[in-house]
DNA sequence: CATGGGATTGACT
DNA sequence: GTCAATCCCATGC
């Protein structure tokens, strides 16, 4: 990504992560869908202020955040706005690119629209653990690419957050239109 | 030190 | 539709 990318509005880079792609070795895909969080609200882990699972979401932005949930999973985020603000956006949802074989494989089926169709499913696809909590998205293992400059920017959709508890007024959640790799269903109103 | 609650998923009624 | 799995960590005593 260009230099200073993730230093902004969580939202903003929520927003602009769409189109992008993850890669991870020979695996990768499209970010069909993302969730912004920020420390100004409850429902994000750094709410709780600076303790030592937070310490990615207050470092530099740029770097993953990768924790457990619910003692199973384990979900992806890109960390954003300046250094000792805490926030991030999560990666919810990709369409399968590249290592579909080898997705296969991780996540023991073979339906394409269900191998990364959720913010756990997507990690397990692509072989990403907390191991690599902390680590740079610029310089790797795990990478976003930017989407290709000149193509027409994608159409995009807004809606509330999925399977918080807190602040679930915001529309936080940011999704590609009309395809089928979101986690759910298409939110009702979209826009660009 | 003990407890409780998840940014989820898959299996099952 | 319901529900359990499973573990990190924040919180409270």
């Known amino acids: 990504m260009r230099p200073g990318f993730y230093a902004r509005d969580v939202c903003t880079v929520a927003r602009e992560l769409i189109g992008c792609v993850v890669r991870h070795g020979d695996c990768s895909g499209v970010i069909v869908e993302t969730e912004a969080y920020h420390e100004s609200e409850p429902a994000c882990h750094a709410f709780a202020g600076l303790t030592a699972r937070t310490q990615t979401l207050f470092g530099p932005p740029g770097r993953a955040y990768v924790y457990r949930s619910y003692g199973i999973h384990a979900l992806l985020n890109a960390v954003a ?73 994608p159409q995009l959709a807004r809606s509330r957050r999925i399977g918080i508890t807190k602040a679930i007024d915001h529309e936080w959640r940011y999704s590609l239109a009309d395809s089928r790799f979101v986690s759910r269903p298409r939110p009702l109103e979209a826009r660009s």
């Open 81 to 153: 706005e300046p250094e000792g603000v805490g926030a991030a956006a999560l990666i919810r949802a990709l369409e399968p690119l590249d290592g579909l074989e080898l997705m296969r494989e991780r996540r023991g089926i073979s339906a394409i629209d269900q191998l990364c169709s959720g913010p756990g499913r997507l990690t397990q696809a692509l072989g990403i653990g907390l191991e690599h909590n902390g680590s740079d998205l610029e310089t790797g293992p795990v990478e976003i690419l930017p989407r290709r400059t000149g193509a027409p920017p």
